[in-house]
């Protein structure tokens, strides 16, 4: 019996494995409208049995883009262009779900393969980029405007507005993005927040926004959908957000209806490309991105916060993700890169760890000849 293959029911939905498609930015999208990219990119991880296949980053305003190519869900063209996209992973028996964002000082970019640098502000496809205050993310970044109030109402409509529209796209799972330095993050952040009102000050005025966002969109989406919530867990930075802090957020994503807590790191200076202790103090270079170094950020907030998690992060053995789930760290596995290069990573983990040892779970149109090739194989050794 695999852990890793256990299915798991949170609400509404049951997950046949614990393998997630990690969001995915592709930066492919034409006036935040899917493409073919977007449905051959997503539809091949379901054919892969990946358990929960997530969106890339969606905006839920064309000014929440990171750029202008990103993905958007700020209308009904965009939700449109979605819905073949879910049917087809629902259709391979997994779950579609969406990752809810903006990109607050970050936005307004060129695409990583285009140079990811900040878009100039004389250039015709730029715009203002917006944070809890005017601190820009580092040199050559914008100086972002600080966002009244009433902005900050606004925002929080428009998350719940855009969690509306993915249920009507088909999607059944919901994540709001609270990391790497976007706005919600920034929010949280001491070192981008220097607000001294309602949003700004102490841990609770700087959770505020967060946890504004995460009850409009419980209330939005009902009882029934799955809510998860991505963190970066440490900002990597002294004097930033810290584990401890991260624990008392979870607590408060608890009794705002999130069910799962997604743990990443890092990225309000920049890229979260790196490993700190829990006080921000960096760690020696060659150990930065060690297999699995976001684990224990997962595993404390399952023991402390009471809430499910889900580690990512350098996640590429199935004997290490089984470990994972197995052992209690995390709830979930989320994988990016890895499985980029593998997309039927999920199909062969379960080749490896004996769960599937007859092909039975790839779709049928693959199962009858993978299942002769190994034959094959094995008459040729």
Partial sequence: MSALFSPITIRGVTFPNRIVVSPLCMYSAVEGIGQPWHFAHLSTFARGKAGLVFTEATAVEATGRITPQCLGIWNDTQVEALQPITTFIDEMDCVPGIQLAHAGRKASTSAPFHGGKPLARDEPEAWQVVGPSA?????????????????????????????????????????????????????????????????????????????EISEATRTAVGEN????????????????????????????????????????????????????????????????????????????????????????????????????????????????????HNPFWPLHAAEVLGVDPDFKMWPKQYAWAVDRRSQIAELNK
């Avoid at 920049?270 to 960096?282: E, I, T």
Wanted: overall charge positive; aromatic content about 8%.
């Fill in 135 to 211: 601190v820009p993310v580092s040199t050559g970044f914008s100086v972002p405007h600080q966002l009244s109030v009433n902005e900050i109402r606004s925002l929080v409509d428009s998350f719940a507005a855009a969690a509306k529209r993915a249920i009507k796209a088909g999607f059944q799972v919901i994540e709001l993005h609270g990391a790497h330095g976007y706005l919600i993050h920034s929010f949280l952040s001491p070192i981008s927040n220097r607000r001294s009102d309602a949003y700004g000050g102490d841990i609770n005025a700087r959770m505020r926004f967060a946890l």
């Fill in 225 to 340: 959908m799955p809510l998860f919530f991505r963190i970066s867990a440490i900002d990597g930075s002294e004097g930033g957000w810290s584990m401890d802090d991260s624990v008392v957020l979870a607590a408060e994503l608890r009794q705002r209806g999130v069910d799962v807590v997604d743990c990443s790191s890092g990225g309000i200076s920049g890229a979260p490309r790196f490993r700190s202790d829990d006080n921000g103090k960096p760690l020696q270079k060659k150990s930065a991105r060690i297999p699995g170094f976001q684990v224990p950020y997962a595993e404390r907030i399952r023991r402390e916060a009471g809430l499910m998690s889900m580690a990512v992060g350098v996640i590429i053995e199935p004997h290490q993700a089984e470990k994972i789930i197995q052992s209690g760290q995390a709830d979930f596995v989320a994988l990016g890169r890895e499985i980029m």
